[in-house]
């Protein structure tokens, strides 16, 4: 596998409301975007660092630049091969997952760790997106010239398929270990409806929808904290927040859109947009989503006061286990065991 080098750019100045130091006090809610930026997103955060992606105001043609902060400096990361820019999706200690954006042909995903930039595609694949890195775990989708778009799981060596029974397309997203969020839906393209699923290593969880909205789905996991969003379909969302045992539901103050990508202990991240639509990112702690209540999405119920989520065991129909890429009400329903699947590679690395 062939590896490059490529130096860095640091950005010395960050605009957010309260610096990011790697934890958020308590009632804190950080706002950030990067400078003369058009948009802003975060993506990841691991420890006191978080990564993401905005739209740079001064290059001619325009790019999308990704970036990393550590509470002090914010450096862009700029992959080899990306000459209309660099999108990040991960990151765990010092590894970060992300691709180069040629100005023609498909994203080249990398593997990003001590400036060293290592192409990642899984073999025979048309083109492969990477969507969130945990150790050795490496998840995303890949385009099968036969199957088409496909979740996958891989150590680097072996891939898994990850394919949700029964849906036409499966999204892992977050992964935490060896447990495994995301998004799956069973209708044709064009009319997308997504729902949330966790993979716990042995078996398919269906993450219930909250009552009332268009979708529900999960983007990040940490131990057994998760994150995700739910909307009506059309141009509001809100974020949710579920601990095992609680749900909460939440938006960004003045946002019409919030969306969760990821969660490193209690510490969200995510981005939010209002009726401009402009993307901004965010970082709050799960101990004060009360103080940020959802917006009303349709019909759809907000937090209440410890509802538990519920998780239906999806059936298993003797599928190669480990697709498709992006992004309660207060009565209890239990976990069902459910059957665990066999898992065998799907590739081996050349």
Same mark, same amino acid.
């Given at each position: 596998m062939s590896v490059s080098t490529k130096t860095a750019i640091i950005v010395t100045s960050i605009i957010a409301v309260t610096i990011f130091t790697g934890s958020v006090a308590n009632g804190e809610l950080i706002l950030f975007d990067v400078p003369n930026s058009t948009f802003t997103q975060i993506t990841g955060v691991s420890g006191s660092t978080i990564v993401g992606n905005f739209g740079s105001s001064n290059s001619s043609p325009y790019r999308v630049e990704g970036f990393a902060y550590d509470g002090t400096s914010l450096v862009i990361i700029d992959a080899p091969g990306g000459t209309a820019g660099t999108v990040l999706s991960g990151i765990d200690g010092g590894t970060i997952v992300g691709a180069g954006i040629p100005q023609n042909g498909m994203?080249?995903?990398?593997?990003? !760790?001590?400036?060293?930039?290592?192409? %990642?595609?899984?073999?025979? #694949? *048309?083109?492969?997106?990477?969507?969130?890195?945990?150790?050795?775990?490496?998840?995303? *989708?890949?385009?099968?010239?036969?199957?088409?778009?496909?979740?996958?799981?891989?150590?680097?060596?072996?891939?898994? $398929? &990850? *394919?949700?029974?029964?849906?036409?397309?499966? $999204?892992?997203?977050?992964?935490?270990?060896?447990?495994?969020?995301? @998004?799956?839906?069973?209708?044709?393209?064009? &009319?997308?409806?997504?729902?949330?699923?966790?993979?716990?290593?042995?078996? %398919?969880?269906?993450? @219930?929808?909250?009552?009332?909205?268009?979708?529900?789905?999960?983007?990040?996991?940490?131990?057994?904290?998760?994150?995700?969003?739910?909307?009506?379909?059309? +141009? !509001?969302? #809100?974020?949710?927040? %579920?601990?095992?045992?609680?749900? $909460?539901?939440?938006?960004?103050?003045? @946002?019409?859109?919030?969306?969760?990508?990821?969660?490193?202990?209690?510490?969200?991240?995510?981005?939010? @947009?209002?009726?401009?639509?402009?993307?901004?990112? %965010?970082?709050?702690? +799960?101990?004060?989503? +009360?103080?940020?209540?959802?917006?009303?999405?349709?019909?759809?119920? #907000?937090?209440?006061?410890?509802?538990p989520a519920v998780l239906v065991t999806a059936v298993l129909i003797g599928l190669n286990v480990l697709t498709w890429a992006l992004m309660r009400s207060s009565g209890w329903m239990p976990l069902l065991p459910g059957r665990a699947p066999t898992l065998s590679p799907k590739r081996t690395a050349a």
């Open positions: 994203s080249q995903p990398f593997v990003f !760790k001590s400036g060293v930039f290592s192409p %990642f595609n899984v073999p025979d #694949a *048309i083109h492969t997106d990477l969507t969130g890195i945990s150790g050795n775990n490496l998840i995303g *989708i890949y385009q099968d010239p036969i199957n088409g778009l496909t979740g996958f799981v891989s150590d680097g060596t072996l891939y898994y $398929t &990850l *394919i949700y029974p029964g849906a036409l397309h499966t $999204t892992p997203l977050g992964v935490s270990g060896q447990s495994i969020v995301g @998004a799956f839906d069973s209708t044709p393209y064009g &009319l997308l409806r997504l729902h949330g699923f966790i993979y716990d290593g042995n078996d %398919f969880l269906q993450f @219930a929808d909250i009552p009332g909205a268009f979708e529900t789905y999960l983007t990040g996991i940490s131990g057994s904290n998760l994150v995700g969003a739910y909307d009506d379909g059309v +141009s !509001k969302s #809100a974020g949710l927040f %579920f601990d095992g045992v609680n749900l $909460t539901t939440f938006s960004i103050p003045g @946002a019409t859109q919030t969306w969760p990508q990821e969660i490193y202990g209690g510490t969200i991240v995510g981005i939010y @947009a209002g009726t401009d639509h402009i993307q901004h990112g %965010f970082i709050v702690s +799960s101990n004060d989503l +009360s103080l940020y209540p959802a917006i009303p999405i349709g019909g759809a119920v #907000a937090a209440v006061p410890e509802p």
